[in-house]
């Protein structure tokens, strides 16, 4: 997945559109895996975004589709990557672990704004009100 986003700030904008619902965002910068490599000894999967609308509403973003325990340890990293405000989804986290999440996110300084969940798997959209 890094590697296809990786310079490609056209993916990033069609696949943050779809999944923010906003057709006419515009990503100004993407990085994959900005300085988060190998977190708890597994691989991270992340791409921290930023960019606006049309009516020049900002979006700052970073998307985590890993396992439970690295999205544990991301609650406490990514704030150095967010700005107040900022939106941090994460998927990837199986049903008995959605908790353990919700919990690490609140104490990161997280508002959980929506959790979605099919079958055992989980993704949670939080806004980080540092």
């Given at each position: 997945m890094r590697c296809l986003f990786k310079d490609n700030i056209p993916l990033?904008?069609?696949?943050?559109?779809?999944?923010?619902?906003?057709?006419d965002l515009v990503i100004t910068d993407c990085q994959t895996q900005k300085d988060m490599k190998r977190l708890a000894g597994a691989r991270s999967i992340c791409l921290d975004a930023y960019g606006a609308d049309s009516?020049?509403?900002?979006?700052?973003?970073?998307?985590?589709?890993?396992v439970a325990d690295i999205v544990i340890a991301l609650t406490k990293q990514v704030p150095e990557y967010i700005r107040d405000g900022g939106l941090f989804l994460a998927s990837g986290i199986?049903?008995?672990?959605?908790?353990?999440?919700?919990a690490a996110l609140a104490a990161g300084g997280f508002?959980?704004?929506?959790?979605?969940q099919k079958k055992d798997w989980v993704a949670v959209l939080s806004r980080y009100a540092g």
């Amino acid at each position: 997945m890094r590697c296809l986003f990786k310079d490609n700030i056209p993916l990033a904008e069609l696949v943050l559109r779809i999944i923010t619902g906003k057709p006419d965002l515009v990503i100004t910068d993407c990085q994959t895996q900005k300085d988060m490599k190998r977190l708890a000894g597994a691989r991270s999967i992340c791409l921290d975004a930023y960019g606006a609308d049309s009516s020049g509403k900002k979006y700052d973003m970073v998307f985590a589709n890993i396992v439970a325990d690295i999205v544990i340890a991301l609650t406490k990293q990514v704030p150095e990557y967010i700005r107040d405000g900022g939106l941090f989804l994460a998927s990837g986290i199986i049903s008995e672990r959605k908790d353990d999440v919700l919990a690490a996110l609140a104490a990161g300084g997280f508002r959980v704004e929506e959790i979605r969940q099919k079958k055992d798997w989980v993704a949670v959209l939080s806004r980080y009100a540092g």
